[in-house]
């Protein structure tokens, strides 16, 4: 049989919490048997969505789980805080907007790192879901 | 967490040795700079090999970094960009890093000496403190 892993809990705060949050993802998916440049991937898109947590939201939670399969491996991380929300996910989602001053690419650029990118937002809670899938070699 | 930032006569070089907080991040800018105008340094170089993530917060500290430098009239290079880094970056986002990167420090000063030879104010000596202006009529 096959061990899973337990899901990981890492509360976000500050952004001290940031460089937690993308060791533990990192860690996790070595363990699972992602590469080291899915291992980057994953860091840098917990990176975008828990910095996200900090600057917006002011805390919030990223949960990091081993959801495999037989066929396939896969990691699933669920990044959620109670902060505004966000008025406009369309226009979120466009490379380029940012009310913070920032490139405006965490987001977008999440996505296109995920083989899954799911967001639902309102005001008191914004959860974005996100997975790397491969299959088993 | 205090960066040290070594000088090799007019040339500045930092290295990032370890994953770093935001406000860490922000701390080096700031003493980089306040350095690169304290000595009027006409070169500056980032060694970032040691680095497993960089995210668009990262990315765009580096190129505003460079874009100050400039201001202040010194060249600016990155270099040791790893490959899973640069695979992320540009998944997420064409163009991110807007700065100039080299593999090595070695061609990083290379590139600094061409580019200070080519502005053509100043003779860079590595050896100490000591530069030549060339005096314009
Ligand atoms: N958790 C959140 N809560 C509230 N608003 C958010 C949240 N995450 C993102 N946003 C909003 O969506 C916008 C786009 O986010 P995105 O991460 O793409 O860009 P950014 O954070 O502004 O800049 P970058 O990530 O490139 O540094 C943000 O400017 C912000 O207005
Ligand atoms: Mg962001």
Do not use: H, W
């Given at each position: 049989?096959?061990?899973?892993?337990?899901?990981?809990?890492?509360?976000?705060?500050?952004?001290?919490?940031?460089?937690?949050?993308?060791?533990?993802?990192?860690?996790?998916?070595?363990?699972?048997?992602?590469?080291?440049?899915?291992?980057?991937?994953?860091?840098?898109?917990?990176?975008?969505?828990?910095?996200?947590?900090?600057?917006?939201?002011?805390?919030?939670?990223?949960?990091?789980?081993?959801?495999?399969?037989?066929?396939?491996?896969?990691?699933?991380?669920?990044?959620?805080?109670?902060?505004?929300?966000?008025?406009?996910?369309?226009?979120?989602?466009?490379?380029?907007?940012?009310?913070?001053?920032?490139?405006?690419?965490?987001?977008?650029?999440?996505?296109?790192?995920?083989?899954?990118?799911?967001?639902?937002?309102?005001?008191?809670?914004?959860?974005?879901?996100?997975?790397?899938?491969?299959?088993?070699? | 967490?205090?960066?040290?930032?070594?000088?090799?006569?007019?040339?500045?070089?930092t290295s990032i040795q370890q994953e770093l907080t935001d406000a860490d991040v922000l701390q080096l800018q700031s003493d980089l700079l306040r350095k690169v105008?304290?000595?009027?340094?006409?070169?500056?170089?980032?060694?970032?090999?040691?680095?497993?993530?960089?995210?668009?917060?990262?990315?765009?500290?580096?190129?505003?970094?460079?874009?100050?430098?400039?201001?202040?009239?010194?060249?600016?290079?990155?270099?040791?960009?790893?490959?899973?880094?640069?695979?992320?970056?540009?998944?997420?986002?064409?163009?991110?890093?807007?700065?100039?990167?080299?593999?090595?420090?070695?061609?990083?000063?290379?590139?600094?000496?061409?580019?200070?030879?080519?502005?053509?104010?100043?003779?860079?000596?590595?050896?100490?403190?000591?530069?030549?202006?060339?005096?314009?009529?």
């Open positions: 049989m096959r061990e899973m892993i337990d899901p990981e809990r890492v509360l976000i705060r500050d952004s001290t919490d940031i460089v937690r949050a993308r060791a533990v993802a990192r860690q996790v998916a070595n363990q699972i048997g992602f590469t080291l440049a899915d291992q980057t991937r994953l860091a840098t898109a917990v990176s975008e969505l828990t910095r996200n947590i900090v600057q917006y939201a002011g805390e919030g939670v990223c949960e990091i789980a081993d959801a495999s399969g037989e066929e396939e491996i896969r990691l699933r991380i669920i990044v959620e805080d109670n902060g505004p929300g966000i008025d406009d996910i369309d226009r979120a989602m466009k490379d380029g907007y940012s009310t913070g001053g920032g490139l405006g690419v965490g987001l977008p650029g999440t996505r296109r790192l995920m083989d899954d990118f799911a967001i639902e937002s309102s005001p008191g809670c914004t959860r974005v879901s996100i997975a790397l899938v491969r299959r088993r070699v | 967490m205090i960066i040290p930032i070594l000088r090799l006569g007019k040339i500045l070089l105008s304290e000595i009027e340094a006409l070169g500056v170089i980032i060694d970032i090999t040691a680095l497993e993530v960089v995210d668009s917060f990262m990315a765009r500290v580096i190129n505003d970094t460079a874009g100050m430098a400039r201001l202040l009239g010194a060249e600016i290079v990155i270099c040791g960009v790893q490959p899973y880094v640069a695979m992320s970056l540009v998944e997420m986002g064409r163009d991110l890093i807007g700065a100039d990167c080299v593999f090595n420090l070695d061609q990083g000063l290379k590139l600094l000496e061409a580019r200070i030879a080519v502005r053509g104010d100043a003779i860079l000596s590595l050896e100490g403190d000591e530069y030549a202006r060339n005096d314009r009529p």
